[in-house]
């Protein structure tokens, strides 16, 4: 296994260099809201990986729990191109990675932020886009959804279906765009709900 290990580093080395764009988030385990830091865009992943500790361990001094910023770890890496958000509550934070766009990352992170916590942000939220280094075929995925548009200056008629946020509008010329809808807040109700056409 260590030579399998030396052979691939000696491979990486050989290659010509590409410019990536690798993330982290780190914290304290049951101390996650005084201490959870995100560092993205960064050359390599140890990088990533050395800057969310040292911000971890910053915000944990900061914070009142400086006796625990040796307990700082890394739990969430990135592993593609996409979006990513870090959205905390009263008593915790949610966060998500890879996804088509940044919007769509700072939603479902406020969702489950809001499933399993109280009084989750909605300003100040968090949010990244890693693309560099990774491969078309990652890029084609974290943009699907922008491949046609209904014709311009023209009316035409649409469908649109939706699963939580997730939608697809149809147009009668058969071009179909896959969107993320709008996350509202219905004053009301005092509710969150998605609407494909916006708040």
């Not at 191109?81 to 939603?107: H, K, N």
Request: proline letters at 2%; hydrophobic letters at 35%; aromatic letters at 10%.
């Amino acid at each position: 296994m260590k030579n399998l290990s030396r052979l691939l580093l000696c491979a990486s080395l050989l290659m010509p260099l590409l410019s990536y764009g690798f993330s982290s988030v780190a914290h304290v385990s049951d101390h996650t809201r005084e201490t959870i830091y995100a560092a993205w865009n960064y050359p390599t992943q140890s990088k990533a990986d050395k800057i969310a500790l040292e911000g971890c361990r910053a915000l944990a001094r900061k914070n009142g729990v400086a006796a625990l910023a040796g307990k700082c770890t890394v739990f969430q890496r990135q592993k593609g191109a996409g979006g990513g958000a870090l959205v905390c509550g009263e008593d915790g934070c949610a966060y998500t990675s890879g996804y088509e766009t940044q919007q769509r990352a700072v939603d479902a992170a406020y969702e489950a932020c809001v499933r399993s916590y109280k009084d989750c942000q909605q300003t100040g939220i968090t949010a990244w886009w890693d693309e560099a280094g990774y491969s078309k075929e990652s890029m084609k995925k974290a943009v699907e959804g922008k491949t046609c548009s209904p014709p311009a200056g023209k009316i035409v008629r649409s469908q649109t279906q939706c699963i939580n946020g997730n939608c697809v509008r149809k147009f009668e010329n058969g071009c179909q765009v896959r969107f993320e809808a709008a996350y509202c807040h219905d004053a009301l109700t005092g509710r969150w709900e998605w609407k494909a056409d916006g708040c």
